[in-house]
């Protein structure tokens, strides 16, 4: 049986990641899943069995360093590689595959002895040290970048590198007679939905516009809402409900109410190009979906998605998503979620990983 060290800088969550869903299809394995020290998850803590493959253990804190400060980041990747060695000899682990996830784990590599390296690169980690990633990516047997972008920026350190985006859920998403939750079944009127955290470095100058503009629209946020300059605005419309997170097996009964599925931009998307799980969700529904883009923005999915460069276009868009006749793009829509299907992707890493013999 293959064995896998997955050190991810997210958490395992209920709303499984990308290094999640890619976790939990690697069947031919086991799986040791490190993630961040955080409040309630000590490193003392003993692994909790999250998969009949994989199993979750907290890493040591570690305090924030300075990008010069060298000496201390070794210091600190010897230290987390020394509580990653020990887990993995308690559980038998002998020759690993090294599976990272950020820059910052190139200091694990002096420190571990793995039989191979894959290097998932779903960020644009460019904020930091770039001798980190670059250093990294050569390191690895492979790399897999979420979009064309990160493919080019890492095409350079390392030949073996896949393309391998985001995925969905696609059943989930895709499934007929999903049940309208209770607190959206006294909406008469056309509903346009949101789903996604609520926060200062996401633009709802369309979602303001567009609900002043058209009264009769419900527009309904669903996810973690935080400080936001327009949210007590936002709060006074009268057809604007912010419900909040809701857990994710719940979100597809929310989606199908929608009329018209709502992408908004954030301020860190600017000059990323990965495109978010959120997006396949909506498309997996066959639902409309509006966008709000950058100025030199390339469009995603230009066929399937209405793509606005202002508040009063992304209202236009949103009209005529209303008419538009279901059986010409709804079909389309779902063909492409179908194909971002997260079993999908992880057959692709599984066939690369087997074919480099990892």
Not at 34 to 59: C, E, I, M, W
Not at 325 to 341: F, I, K, L, N, Q
Request: with cysteine.
């Amino acid at each position: 049986m293959k064995h896998y060290i997955i050190v991810s800088y997210t958490p395992w969550r209920t709303t499984p990641s990308r290094t999640q869903q890619f976790a939990a299809r690697l069947r031919d394995g086991k799986v040791l899943f490190f993630q961040p020290s955080r409040p309630g998850h000590s490193y003392k803590d003993p692994g909790r069995q999250v998969r009949p493959n994989v199993t979750v253990y907290a890493l040591p804190p570690v305090r924030p360093l300075p990008e010069h400060a060298e000496f201390l980041q070794r210091h600190t990747g010897r230290r987390l590689a020394a509580y990653i060695r020990r887990t993995a000899l308690h559980h038998g682990f002998r020759d690993p595959v090294l599976w990272t996830t950020q820059p910052q784990h190139v200091y694990l590599l002096d420190y571990l002895n793995v039989r191979g390296l894959v290097y998932d690169c779903d960020a644009d980690w460019s904020e930091l040290p770039p001798r980190w990633e670059g250093d990294l990516a050569a390191a690895a047997d492979v790399v897999f970048a979420a979009s064309p972008g990160l493919l080019d920026r890492l095409s350079p350190c390392n030949a073996n590198i896949a393309l391998v985006p985001n995925g969905v859920n696609f059943p989930m998403f895709s499934r007929p007679g999903l049940e309208v939750p209770p607190l959206l079944r006294d909406i008469r009127g056309p509903v346009m939905g949101w789903v996604g955290r609520i926060d200062k470095g996401l633009d709802l100058t369309p979602v303001e516009y567009a609900a002043w503009e058209h009264p009769e629209w419900t527009f309904v946020m669903l996810g973690r809402v935080g400080d936001h300059p327009r949210l007590s605005r936002l709060s006074r419309l009268g057809n604007v409900r912010l419900l909040g997170r809701k857990p994710a097996v719940e979100v597809p009964d929310y989606v199908s109410r929608f009329d018209v599925c709502l992408d908004l931009r954030r301020r860190e998307q600017d000059f990323s190009d990965v495109i978010p799980r959120r997006i396949y969700e909506y498309l997996s529904t066959g639902k409309p979906i509006v966008t709000l883009l950058s100025h030199d923005q390339v469009e995603e999915f230009p066929d399937v998605i209405y793509g606005a460069h202002s508040p009063a276009e992304y209202c236009r868009l949103c009209e005529r998503a209303l008419e538009e006749d279901p059986h010409w793009v709804s079909p389309r829509r779902r063909d492409y979620g179908a194909a971002a299907a997260w079993s999908r992707r992880a057959q692709t890493v599984q066939r690369i990983l087997g074919a480099i013999g990892l």
